[in-house]
Structures are given as structure tokens and as C-alpha cells.
């Protein structure tokens, strides 16, 4: 063990490890980059995580870095959960549900709780987490908020920033601090502080306070339901003055500080559904279908497309259901539309509205109350886990750029975009996604092992963001920056939001201790150096990943 693992080793209740096995495990998380760290610490509590906070920041005082990753199940896709220091792994220890309060529908929990066996808890108590991400089933609650994360049901309930009410938070020097909204009296005796707290007070207020018009200007334009590019000012301050900093640790990635407990709001769990599937011969009447059932307010709203109908029933010989494909029929889109209003009748009034919508446009619907034939029709969205695991000949579904959401208005044309790319390239097409919120996801086929397949990588990545935000579109919807990204978040944000987020990590950080060149700080050389030469799931397989 090297003398920097021994000494944390002999200081924290928690395990160290440097063994070369286990850091080449912890060198990759679901992103098609590769980083190794130099240590694995398991934490034990929130004292632990302090410790090595304190320890980074006096090495950093010294001019030595020792970089903090902190880490759930490694479902990430941006890079985001791997670093070349100190990777802090929650889930074997910190992983408890602290507190219920089913009255006032609030959980309190620490990072490492899976986020199934919270959903699952929840449910026994008629609660349920409505922001939950594909990944539900084999990620954790702290990834979940470090990426805002979104899925199926934020067309309806929102992403996962609108479900944390209070957060505790050990900062990059080891202060441990709690957020909450506090009133314009309380901020300035934050802002009074001589400690670090104090500077983020100061930061964010002087941001706010000097930066208003360019936030308003920003945030104006950015007119998509889904994005986590940079950090979240928009929620922070309030025109009475009061600021709250939790929007802006949801969905920072473990760059501004490390979360050690959350308290969430929870919504009440409703086990009824009703579900219509329908098949469109156009994208054209898939997409004005879209714009005229989001009016019904649907608690998800989802789609895939011909090409993915095409590659799962040639890879796998996947049956569909005959009321929507046949031999003689693929639809050009399927749409999925879920209700799940407590009032039965309010839920099949709704849902019959939908089918009447449907008569014109689409060919084929399906219109079920019954769980287990919702099970079998919702496969068929899910069968998108046929392109996310393929590997074949050393071509497998990287995902480089899979998260892009625009305006409503343009779902039609982001699908032009997609198709034109692909074809440009010469790539197996196959497109799924979230419909409701005109967030879409595609994972090309490629092989890292060869050059050109990566150089392939990195010019999709630039056309595509390129285009999305031409589009007036966010490069990362659900699944944020992460290194991945980073190199492209300026298309989106332009030099001066871009240079305002710097300055913000600065603030919060100012020695880059917390996962630096995620979000900010890593350009495309970077990005070239961690590129795989092979991609898998390989971790994860247990759980057959999907997105």
C-alpha cells in the first residue's frame, strides 16, 4: 500500500484500497472513456468523507493534488464517475434509508441507497421517487442527484432537482454544510463568514447580483423541458432576495461538493395505469401526434422508431405485437402514452381522449388497464437494450451522443438530423427516447479498437452538438456534461455563461480538488487520451443495462 493509502487507511473507519485489480475496475464507469485511479476509498460516514476532504485541501495548500471522484454504481455515461485520485465508492457503506415521514411525503437518505430498493421501500408506505432514471434498478440515489437525473415519468413530474428539498454537503476543504432556501437577512450572514461557506455565499450572490442579465438572456433562449449542461442558476435565487444552493449541487457531478445525505420529496404511488401504444406510418403524424397528446398531460410519453423495429427483430429475432408491426407493416414510429391519474375515471377519460386523437393519424393502438400486458407492450419501448448491449466484431453502441433534447417544436426536425448523420456516415440507425420531452437517445455502432472508428467519434460528436444546438437545443438533457462533454458545452453556452460556470467551480473549489474536467476544464486532446480502444457493460451485464 502506498504511503498516501496507508495514512488515510490509518485515519478513516472505512476501507482503503491501491490494489492494481481494483483500481483498474474503478478506471471505467458506463462512458466510453478510461481513467485510473490511484486509491479506492469506502466510506464509512460522513466524518470519513470529511477526513479525506481535509487531507485533499492540505495537500493542495502544498501544491499537491489528490483528486476526489465520488462514485455510486458506476452507471454513468459522461465519465463523470472516474478520476485519476481518490475514487470515494458509497454504495457498500452508505447506502441506508434514515428517515420516513409519510406525512409530510419527505425521505431522508444517504448517497449509496439503491435506487429500486428505495422505490420499493416507498411503495410499501403508497410513495414513490417519480424522477427515476432507466437505470433505476442497479443505480444509486447519489448519482441520481449529482446528474439531475430524468426518465420516463419528467414529462409529467419533472427531473430530479424538483424532488430534493435539503441536502448535506461536505465541501472541497472538509466543511460540512446544509442547504436550504434562506431568506435575504440569512444570506448576508452566510456571506459574513470567514470560512468556505462563506466565499460560496459571496460567489453566488455576486453572480446573481452582476450576472442577471446574461442569466436572464441565457436561460431565455434555452426553451427545452430537459438540460443539465453547466450548473443550475436558473432555480437559485428568488426575487425576494432568498437563495437556495441545492439546485446547484443536483446535477454537479460531484464538482462542487460531496453529498452525504439528501432529504427528497416523494409523490403518492399510483399502482394503476393505463396505457396506449400506437403505430405511425409517418414520423411526420408521430410527431404532430406528440404536440396534441402532451395537451393531455400523460405521465410519460415515449417512442423508438422504425430502425430500432428493424435492428431488434434482425438481432435478436424480437416478436413484436401483431396489432403494431407485421410482416407486411413496421411503423415508422410507435408512440407509448401512459396515464396514471388516481381517479379511474378521470385516468380512462383521459386515455379514451388519446384514442380518438389517434384515429387520424396512427394505424394501429392498443389501450390496456391491465399490468401485465402493460409489462409486454413497454418491452417493446425497452427493447432499445438490444442496441445499448450489442457487440458484434468488435462493434458495439457507444454512447457519445445520446442525450440531446430541443424545443417541442423541433422534434421533427432533431429526427431529420439524427437520420441525415447516420446516413452521412454510413452508421446502423436505431433511435428511442422520450418523446413527451423531444429528448432523444441514438448509440452508433463502432469499433474503438481502430482509429478511425474513434476519429469517426469524435466528428459525430462535434457535427451532432453542433446541429442540436442550431436547433436551440441542450447537448446533455438527462444524462449532463461529465468529461464526455465538456469539450462542447461553449455550442451550447457561448464564452460568457461558459466562463461564469469557471468562475462558479472556482469559487466552490478553488485548488479543482472535486472531480476536476468534469463539466469545465477538459478539452478535446483530453478527451482523445481517455477514449477507450474497447467499449462494454460488461459490469452491469447482471442487469442487462438500458437507457
Partial sequence: MNKVASYLQSHLSGEVLDSAAVRDYF???????????????????????????????????????????????????????????????????????????????????????????????LNTHGLFLPPFPASYKYSTIGGAIANNSAGEKTLKYGAMVQWVDKLEVVLANGELIQTGRLSRKDVEKKKGLTT???????TVDAIEAEHGELLDSYYGRLL??????????????????????????????????????????????QPKLTLVVAGFETLEAAVEAVGQLRNLEPSALEMIDKHLIEFCKKEQDYTFPPELVTDSFVPAAVLFVEFDELSDRVRHKKAKKARKLLENLSQHSIMSDDLEEQEKLWAVRHAAATVVNYEHAGKTAIPIIDDASVPQEKLHELLEVIYELFDKHHLTLAVWGHAGDANLHVQPLLD??????????????????????????????????GRLRAPFVKLQTGDDMLQLFTHLKHGFDPYGILNPGVKTGTGAKQLVEMLRKEYSLVHLAEHLPRT
Fill in 224 to 269: 427545452v423541458s430537459k438540460d443539465s449542461v453547466g450548473y443550475n442558476l436558473r432555480d437559485v435565487r428568488r426575487k425576494d432576495g432568498s437563495i437556495d444552493l441545492t439546485p446547484l449541487f443536483v446535477g454537479s457531478q460531484g464538482t462542487l461538493g460531496i453529498i452525504t445525505e439528501a432529504i427528497l420529496k416523494v409523490e403518492v404511488y
Fill in 196 to 202: 468556505l461557506e462563506g466565499e460560496l455565499y459571496r
Fill in 27 to 121: 478506471s471505467t464507469d458506463a462512458s466510453v472513456l478510461q481513467v485510473k485511479p490511484a486509491l479506492v476509498i469506502y466510506p464509512r460516514s460522513t466524518n470519513d468523507v470529511r477526513k479525506v476532504a481535509r487531507f485533499s485541501w492540505q495537500l493542495a495548500e502544498k501544491g499537491h493534488t489528490l483528486p476526489i471522484t465520488a462514485r455510486g454504481s458506476g452507471t454513468d455515461q459522461t465519465g463523470a464517475a472516474i478520476g485519476k485520485g481518490a475514487v470515494m465508492v458509497f454504495p457498500a457503506h452508505m447506502n441506508k434509508v434514515l428517515e420516513l415521514d409519510s406525512q409530510q411525503k419527505l425521505v431522508r437518505v444517504q448517497p449509496g441507497v439503491n435506487f429500486m430498493a428505495l422505490q420499493e421501500m
Fill in 448 to 481: 474503438l479498437s481502430k482509429l478511425s472508428d474513434r476519429q469517426k467519434a469524435l466528428r459525430l460528436m462535434d457535427e451532432y452538438y453542433r446541429a442540436v444546438t442550431a436547433l436551440g437545443g441542450s447537448i446533455a438533457a438527462e444524462h449532463n456534461d
